[in-house]
């Protein structure tokens, strides 16, 4: 047996147990040593949660990244190993459909830069699919009253700040995470934008700004006081 055979078979034992005369014995697979437990689990999902822009942000802090208007998850990846904070996925201008934006957004989480999608539409159930697909972010143009900026926090923040639908998909990690602490942990990091673009939203921008501020304040109380039970409250 040369070396090279024996560290292959050294290293395929850490995978399933081989029988004495070296193939496979069905009987003899497992347990995988290999595998996470539990809490290492927990831990990962815990990391993968945290809006590293929005904190970045939060504290003060210059980031930087760029628009991406093509449907490539490969130059979203790439974004991030050059180590940008955030892409912001242009779906208003690009030819991005909704699988191939979800196929970045992973791209993103792969190389750890916060997925922002710029979303055309204003409209709850459309901005709601691309947040289920995983965006840590939501820019929205054209946003021209302070009704307009209402629906779209509405439409991005759960119950009892706003008014999204829940669904136990990528999320809430396919359900690896309790719902109530899912909504608080989404409350707490997606990012939202709006875009003052026109003469009627600069008219109308102090009260724009001023209810997003207002939100804001609100959404750290209630969960101040409430922690993630509070998000089940009407």
Same mark, same amino acid.
Request: with cysteine.
């Given at each position: 047996?040369t070396?090279? *055979?024996?560290?292959?078979?050294?290293?395929?034992?850490?995978?399933?147990?081989?029988?004495?005369?070296?193939?496979?014995?069905?009987?003899?697979? #497992?347990p995988?040593?290999?595998?996470r437990?539990?809490?290492?689990?927990? %831990?990962i999902?815990?990391?993968k /949660?945290?809006?590293k822009?929005?904190?970045?942000?939060?504290?003060?802090? &210059?980031?930087?990244?760029?628009?991406?208007?093509?449907?490539?998850?490969?130059?979203?990846?790439? /974004?991030?190993?050059?180590?940008?904070?955030? &892409?912001? @996925?242009?779906?208003?201008?690009?030819?991005?459909?909704?699988?191939?934006?979800?196929?970045?957004?992973?791209?993103?989480?792969?190389?750890?830069?916060?997925?922002?999608?710029? @979303?055309?539409?204003?409209?709850?159930?459309?901005?709601?699919?691309?947040?289920?697909?995983?965006?840590?972010?939501?820019?929205?143009?054209?946003?021209?009253?302070?009704?307009?900026?209402?629906?779209?926090?509405?439409?991005?923040?759960?119950?009892? @700040?706003?008014?999204?639908?829940?669904?136990?998909?990528? *999320?809430?990690?396919? #359900?690896?995470?309790?719902?109530s602490?899912?909504?608080?942990?989404?409350?707490?990091?997606?990012?939202?934008? &709006?875009?003052?673009?026109?003469?009627?939203? &600069?008219?109308?921008?102090?009260?724009i700004?001023?209810?997003?501020?207002l939100? @804001?304040?609100? %959404?750290?109380l209630?969960?101040?006081?409430? #922690?993630?039970? #509070?998000?089940?409250?009407?």
């Amino acid at each position: 047996e040369t070396a090279h *055979t024996h560290t292959h078979r050294r290293i395929s034992q850490n995978y399933t147990r081989l029988s004495p005369a070296g193939l496979i014995d069905p009987a003899l697979i #497992g347990p995988y040593p290999c595998r996470r437990t539990n809490t290492q689990t927990q %831990e990962i999902i815990e990391h993968k /949660m945290i809006n590293k822009f929005k904190r970045k942000l939060e504290n003060g802090l &210059v980031t930087l990244g760029p628009f991406v208007g093509y449907p490539s998850p490969a130059i979203v990846e790439l /974004m991030g190993w050059m180590e940008f904070d955030f &892409v912001i @996925i242009d779906c208003e201008h690009g030819p991005m459909d909704f699988e191939t934006t979800e196929n970045m957004i992973r791209a993103s989480e792969l190389s750890d830069t916060t997925a922002i999608i710029r @979303i055309g539409l204003n409209q709850q159930q459309h901005i709601q699919r691309y947040l289920d697909a995983g965006a840590k972010g939501v820019m929205i143009p054209l946003v021209n009253t302070k009704n307009q900026a209402e629906s779209v926090v509405d439409a991005v923040k759960y119950p009892p @700040i706003g008014k999204r639908g829940v669904f136990g998909n990528r *999320t809430s990690k396919f #359900g690896l995470i309790e719902t109530s602490d899912a909504i608080k942990k989404s409350n707490d990091e997606i990012f939202v934008s &709006v875009q003052i673009e026109t003469l009627e939203a &600069v008219k109308n921008q102090e009260e724009i700004i001023n209810f997003h501020i207002l939100r @804001i304040l609100l %959404e750290k109380l209630i969960f101040a006081e409430n #922690g993630p039970k #509070g998000s089940q409250k009407p």
